[in-house]
């Protein structure tokens, strides 16, 4: 890291003391560190504590005529190659989502056109509200990038995810950030790689106002998108009827049942990489009612199923247009790995990420997974991860698989 020039953002919470240690670390490794500080920062830590362990002027007041005059925010946010938010508290994290520009601190991070890394810090209930999570999940899909939080004891006493990453742990995260810089540049790992992805259910009609379906909720296949446009790729999103909003850049094609979902993904190709990551409905009614059924004296009617398209032994079929790479999703109740394994060969793709479903694991709808890379001749297991990082972490490994082809 020796010369790179990183914006530290220091905000309002007892982890910012780990943001000494952090400059520290960082210059080290012949970095060159530079520091905003908020107004509540300064509760924490001293100015003068950080601009010692700089050996830089500190930044803090957005009307400074001597600040703007010698280094406007806007130059401020671009000299950087790199923005680091460390604290990252729940406050900042709903301001950059907002775009609020009421600081010197949000001002440069909605000026600059540079990457930023956030390292969030906060109580367990703040960082389990929907709001955070909403606000995080946002930012992940305009691009930036998150290193932890850690379970642990808070300093308020509760116990829980919520503490900041070891300075240790940010220092690896910005080199892996300034590695993959190197390798590939601006555009990305995956840059001038076509990914389709398939995400949430299908809806199979049985009249206009019933349908067959299930629990996915899109979650998964929506991050996974975004991580893969964030490392360069092109991803085209066949996505079911979800709540999830469009991840920033991505081409979204929604459709509604099995059969458009299968049209949709030929339409789509040619592709380097597809991955199949919706819940597709493994059956239709074979005759959808064109009117609404009415109950009857006779009790309910009797409905004939069709078996849908298998989309994922579509894809992997050989031929012309079959994708480099196919990564097929396994959600099983039982068995998991056997299952999947089984999968793998009867659908033909080469990868298969599986997981456990069952009643309590809060997989469908969840925020986090507990996933098994699984291929021809190797079984990963990965942590329990939120699926914005497990998003992240497939784009690596099918960047890295990329790379050795």
Known sequence: MRDR???????????????????????????????????????????????????????????????????????????????????????????????????????????????????????????????TRDNLALLQRRGVRVVGPNPGEMACGEYGPGRMSEPLEIVAAVEAYFEEFDRFGTGGALHDRHVIVTSGP???????????????????????????????????????????????GVAVVPIETADEMLAACRAALPADAAICAAAVADWRVAAPSGHKIKKGAGGPPPLALAENPDILATLSAPGPDRPALVVGFAAETEDVIAHAQAKLARKGCDWILANDVSPGTQAFGGDSNILHLITADRTETWPRLSKADIGTRLAGAIARHFEKA
């Open 5 to 131: 020039r990183i914006l530290l953002v220091i905000a309002g919470g007892i982890a910012a003391y780990k943001s000494l240690d952090l400059i520290r670390r960082l210059r080290e490794r012949g970095a060159r560190v530079r520091c905003i500080l908020t107004q509540a920062a300064t509760e924490f830590v001293t100015p003068l504590a950080v601009s010692a362990l700089t050996e830089d002027k500190v930044y803090r007041d957005l009307f400074s005529l001597t600040d703007e005059s010698e280094m406007g925010h806007i130059r401020l946010s671009r000299d950087a190659d790199l923005l680091v938010v460390a604290p990252a508290t729940a406050n900042i994290l709903a301001r950059m989502a907002a775009g609020l520009a009421d600081d010197l601190a949000t001002t440069a991070l909605l000026a600059t056109d540079k990457p930023v890394l956030v390292a969030p810090a906060m109580n367990v209930r703040m960082w389990d509200h929907p709001a």
């Open 202 to 248: 299908t809806h199979e009609p049985i009249d206009p106002v019933r349908y067959i379906a299930n629990r996915s909720s899109g979650k998964q296949g929506h991050a996974i998108a975004a991580a893969l446009r964030q490392a360069g790729a092109r991803v085209t999103l066949i996505s079911g009827p979800t709540h999830e909003p469009a991840p920033h």
